[in-house]
């Protein structure tokens, strides 16, 4: 049953709830079909494109096995390697084309590059079918067919210009731009047309009559409107370029800008062209250059396109436009100082004596050698702001750290800055550590899902830091700023090294400091509970003798006996607290001292002692020291079955080695005893080393410095 709620709608309709649900529910089917037309009619766009992207490579394959055929009559050795060359440059169009119209296949840039690969090989086809005819009569040749392919070479431009105003997304940057797409589709026809009527007669096809005539009068008024449609079509072509431009700066995607970079990168190739025609004319007199430019310009828009469709991160594309600007004004300089230093010379066009040519040659590096490096920079300040403010900013703290206004810690604040990165992290390896860590020592690691966003600082073949970014700089943008900030992280690390050897250094001291007041107190302690009172209780009975030695109420003879007993205690223990501070049996060497100590442990002990004869007091203490420390742990805490201890000098250092086969998991603690022996060793000046893995046995190794 349906509510029949009663709404007061003005003064005269009335609305129920059930009308209201009803009305809903058509207007939610309407939109579901609406929707659904709209997902068929976008779904068969999308096959429709990639069809006739199919459809457009099968026809480009069947025209280049029909220049082949064409090649074979002409037999003509220049004919074969243009067409070679034309296939594979139109081949390669074709195949990046359907790469994008299959990946993207609601975008039409892929069918505009299979039609720019159709439109190459179908004019190189075209350029060899008069070596064909001349060869072979028997193949058709029409006066129509002489008349219009006169202007096909209009059509080349055609594609390019198109893709100019459609890249990336496959949609013009505004309603406007469509006036550009209706000229650029009828002004080449009307030229064709137009030069179809030109009544001179085609020298590749002499005796085929035209088919196309006209009045004398009406010639002069086609030929002017042929010459106006040139202008117009250039135009049209300044107005594609300009479209990128437009693109550029109304897009606030970084996706879309990187794509579009990406697209005239590879358009870059078109000006290059122009500077090797000019450099093949200069030197050599011919345009051979200028060709091999227009072939990589046709490969290169291809690709780049394609790259920017389907892989627009695959590298820096801001340091490449950077490094092709870069090098394209070093070269146009390069080429009008040689123009200049050859016309001075008397050379002409670069040709004649190889000193003068040589000369200019020279004057030409010597003038552009100190505008390299300005020329970067001004490159860089336009088309790669974030490396030149990255590479700017660590100059300036390298220079602010060298006069002393600056530190070299903050270099994660400086790169933050310039990177505009507030998350960005600057890690330092200290010597001795495998962990990275920042100035305040967290640690600083790579994100394992983004490999690409951090690059290692390397200082020779050593691993000394790491940048870790997480905005919008590329990762060859990272490994530059940090080849750039090696130094600075150098200098980080000796610092927080020095720093930490200090720290070390004062809490050794303190530690040794705190270590013989505890060792007075207990010698104090020592004294006073043993030898002390043994003393005392001496001093009393022999006291008590003497009081009593003339009238024989004490027993002397005994009392003296436990004198002397007492007297033999108190000496006894005055040699352990004399042996505490230094071991007696150190008088005869440090083998004698080592062997009688461990002869009276229950765990069997190799010794391996080399030279020890020759080696200092002071340091055959401390080893001694560090052999009775590391073997009571191991007796007392490891239950070992066998302990080896190795004594070894060289010309510079002592190195004692203790090794044993319990239980492990040692662990080096302030206050602790291995934790003394670490003071005493530093003390020393040399360094001690703990291994200790559970149930691996423990391993520790003391080297100390000696003179030779």
């Keep these: 049953m349906f509510l029949r709620t009663r709404y007061d709608i003005g003064d005269s309709v009335l609305v129920t ?29 999308v096959y429709g494109k990639r069809l006739v992207a199919y459809l457009a490579a099968a026809t480009v394959l069947v025209a280049a096995g029909f220049g082949v055929y064409l090649a074979v009559i002409a037999g003509d050795a220049s004919a074969t390697t243009e067409l070679t060359v034309g296939v594979l440059l139109g081949l390669s169009s074709v195949l990046l084309g359907l790469a994008v119209a299959t990946r993207r296949p609601g ?39 002489v008349d219009l392919v006169s202007g096909v070479w209009m059509l080349l431009y055609v594609p390019p210009a198109l893709l100019f105003l459609l890249v990336p997304e496959g949609r013009l940057p505004g309603r406007r731009w469509r006036w550009v797409v209706v000229g650029l589709l009828v002004v080449p026809p009307l030229f064709i047309l137009t030069a179809a009527f030109d009544p001179t007669p085609a020298p ?4 085929i009559p035209k088919a196309f005539r006209a009045p004398a009068a009406a010639l002069d008024v086609i030929a002017l409107v042929s010459v106006a449609l040139l202008p117009i079509f250039l135009g049209l072509l300044v107005a594609s370029l300009v479209s990128i431009v437009v693109r550029y700066r109304r897009t606030s995607s970084a996706v879309e800008r990187a794509q579009l970079k990406w697209f005239v990168l590879g358009a ?30 046709y490969l290169a828009i291809p690709a780049s396109t394609t790259i920017a469709l389907l892989k627009h991160d695959l590298y820096d594309v801001d340091r490449a436009l950077s490094a092709t600007a870069t090098y394209g004004l070093v070269t146009a300089i390069l080429l009008a100082f040689y123009t200049v230093a050859s ?16 000369a200019a040659t020279a004057v030409c590096a010597a003038a552009l050698a100190p505008m390299r490096n300005r020329l970067q920079r001004f490159v860089d300040h336009r088309l790669y702001p974030a490396r030149q403010a990255a590479l700017a900013a660590i100059e300036d703290l390298r220079r602010r750290t060298d006069v002393g206004s600056a530190r070299p810690e903050q270099l994660e604040r400086v790169l933050r800055t310039a990177l505009r ?23 600083v690691e790579p994100a394992r899902d983004r490999p690409g966003r951090s690059a290692a600082v390397r200082l020779g073949d050593t691993d000394i830091g790491i940048v870790v970014a997480d905005g919008a700089a590329s990762r060859e943008l990272l490994r530059e700023v940090a080849s750039a900030s090696s130094l600075l992280v150098e200098v980080v690390r000796l610092r927080a090294e020095l720093a930490s050897a200090l720290s070390a250094v004062r809490g050794s001291r303190a530690r040794l400091l705190a270590a013989g007041y505890e060792e007075r107190r207990r010698i104090e302690r020592d004294l006073h509970d043993g030898a002390q009172q043994r003393l005392v209780t001496l001093g009393m009975r022999l006291r008590l003798a003497q009081r009593h030695l003339d009238d024989g109420t004490v027993d002397v003879d005994g009392l003296l006996d436990q004198s002397v007993a007492e007297l033999g205690n108190a000496i006894v223990e005055l040699r352990q607290i004399a042996h505490g501070l230094r071991p007696s049996s150190l008088d005869d060497g440090l083998d004698h001292a080592l062997g009688a100590m461990v002869s009276q442990l229950p765990v069997p002990v190799t010794l391996d002692l080399r030279a020890a004869d020759a080696i200092p007091e002071d340091l055959a203490t401390t080893a001694y020291y560090v052999v009775t420390e590391a073997v009571t742990n191991a007796v007392k805490h490891a239950q070992p079955t ?4 190795s004594v070894g000098r060289d010309a510079e250092q002592l190195t004692v080695r ?21 003071d005493r060793v530093a003390a020393a000046g040399g360094w001690l080393r703990i291994a200790s893995p559970v149930g691996g046995g423990t391993a520790v190794e003391a080297v100390l410095p000696c003179e030779s």
């Design 658 to 678: 203790v090794r044993d086969d319990g239980a492990g998991g040692a662990v080096v603690r302030p206050g602790s005893g291995l934790g003394g022996l670490a």
């Design 343 to 358: 016309f001075v010379v008397g050379l002409g066009a670069g040709r004649g004596s190889p000193a003068a040519a040589a």
């Design 268 to 297: 870059s190739f078109l000006p290059l062209t122009l500077l090797l025609c000019w450099a093949s004319y200069l030197v050599f007199d011919r345009p051979e250059l200028g060709l091999v430019g227009l072939i990589a310009t």
């Design 204 to 207: 590749q096809f002499p005796g």
């Design 642 to 645: 066998a302990i080896d201890v």
């Design 107 to 145: 975008n039409v840039v892929g069918l505009l590059l299979v039609f720019t690969g159709a439109v190459v090989v179908g004019v190189v086809v075209n350029d060899l079918y008069p070596a064909a005819v001349a060869v072979d009569p028997r193949l058709p040749v029409s006066g129509g067919y």
């Design 17 to 45: 709830a059930e009308d209201r649900i009803g009305v809903s529910a058509r207007t939610s089917s309407v939109l579901a079909r609406i929707r659904a037309a709209a997902r068929r009619r976008y779904r068969d766009a």
């Design 421 to 443: 990165d507030p998350s960005l992290r600057v890690g330092y390896r200290l010597p001795g550590s495998a962990t990275m860590l920042d100035t305040a020592g967290h640690p």
